[in-house]
């Protein structure tokens, strides 16, 4: 394999007791990015160039202004906006007004959806302005390079592989990218041993989590005030996480400088 392995980190997120392994490596990954754009990075000239096309989404955006670093934030918003501006101006040079009357124009048929597509051009532009993002980009790189591993490691390393099966399995996003990548890579044979204990792996930790989350309602109940949270005292976080991903209690990520 060329690409880096990532052994260590995936051993890390194994051993770490959390709900996802992917989702621990997720996050890891998106504050390593931030902390990498916003640190001095911002100051080089080819890392600002990309950040200026690329761009970021409005989560990231978001995360970058709640991170802090008020003037890396303002360098990498001057450089995207110099470029967004001198690509509108070029994109509104061109522009041509759409033919249609008014507000039902865009639910004529498609015999004028070619036409109109013509003449629309900034719209698109704009559009697609929001579908790219640096931080996204970077993540979804060092990801798929993750699962690669990951599926080497359930080839070569047994120490892993018992990590695993006795882990907290993964949400159910990253589930569905994890059978995927054993469905596109993985022999026959591996297959029909792996997604099997894969899929125990769930059901039982499923039933796990349905456990706490039930019990959590039952202490609610008056007659069960004075009786043992068990495991359910995070069960709204933690089946949250199982069901989407991601971290819902999470803190604000700043800077730790």
């Given at each position: 394999?060329?690409?880096?392995?990532?052994?260590?980190?995936?051993?890390?997120?194994?051993?770490?007791?959390?709900?996802?392994?992917?989702?621990?490596?997720?996050?890891?990954?998106?504050?390593?990015?931030?902390?990498?754009?916003?640190?001095?990075?911002?100051?080089?000239?080819?890392?600002?160039?990309?950040?200026?096309?690329?761009?970021?989404?409005?989560?990231?955006?978001?995360?970058?202004?709640?991170?802090?670093?008020?003037?890396?934030?303002?360098?990498?918003l001057k450089s995207r906006l110099e470029y967004?501006?001198?690509?509108?101006?070029?994109?509104?040079?061109?522009?041509?007004?759409?033919?249609?009357?008014?507000?039902?124009?865009?639910?004529?048929?498609?015999?004028?959806?070619?036409?109109?597509?013509?003449?629309?051009?900034?719209?698109?532009?704009?559009?697609?302005?929001?579908?790219?993002?640096?931080?996204?980009?970077?993540?979804?790189?060092?990801?798929?390079?993750?699962?690669?591993?990951?599926?080497?490691?359930?080839?070569?390393?047994?120490?892993?592989?018992?990590?695993?099966?006795?882990?907290?399995?993964?949400?159910?996003?990253?589930?569905?990218?994890?059978?995927?990548?054993?469905?596109?890579?993985l022999k026959p044979q591996e297959k029909e041993?792996?997604?099997?204990?894969?899929?125990?792996?769930?059901?039982?930790?499923?039933?796990?989590?349905?456990?706490?989350?039930?019990?959590?309602?039952?202490?609610?109940?008056?007659?069960?005030?004075?009786?043992?949270?068990?495991?359910?005292?995070?069960?709204?976080?933690?089946?949250?996480?199982?069901?989407?991903?991601?971290?819902?209690?999470?803190?604000?990520?700043?800077?730790?400088?």
């Open positions: 394999m060329k690409e880096k392995l990532y052994t260590i980190e995936l051993t890390d997120a194994v051993k770490s007791g959390d709900e996802c392994l992917f989702c621990w490596l997720e996050r890891k990954l998106e504050q390593e990015a931030l902390e990498f754009v916003l640190g001095a990075s911002y100051m080089e000239d080819d890392i600002r160039g990309e950040t200026s096309k690329k761009g970021f989404c409005r989560h990231h955006t978001k995360m970058m202004f709640d991170y802090g670093n008020n003037l890396g934030n303002a360098w990498i967004l501006n001198q690509e509108l101006k070029k994109q509104m040079d061109h522009y041509v007004p759409r033919k249609g009357s008014g507000l039902f124009g865009k639910f004529r048929k498609a015999e004028r959806a070619g036409a109109e597509s013509a003449a629309s051009g900034t719209e698109t532009w704009l559009r697609a302005e929001e579908e790219h993002c640096y931080v996204c980009g970077r993540m979804e790189t060092v990801y798929e390079r993750m699962l690669d591993t990951f599926l080497y490691m359930l080839r070569n390393d047994p120490d892993f592989c018992r990590l695993l099966t006795e882990s907290k399995g993964f949400c159910l996003h990253h589930f569905a990218d994890v059978l995927m990548i054993c469905e596109e890579k041993l792996w997604i099997p204990k894969l899929g125990e792996l769930m059901k039982r930790n499923l039933d796990r989590i349905q456990e706490d989350i039930d019990w959590l309602i039952e202490k609610y109940d008056y007659r069960n005030r004075d009786a043992d949270w068990r495991q359910s005292q995070d069960g709204v976080q933690r089946t949250m996480q199982k069901i989407v991903g991601g971290y819902p209690a999470d803190p604000v990520f700043k800077c730790r400088k």
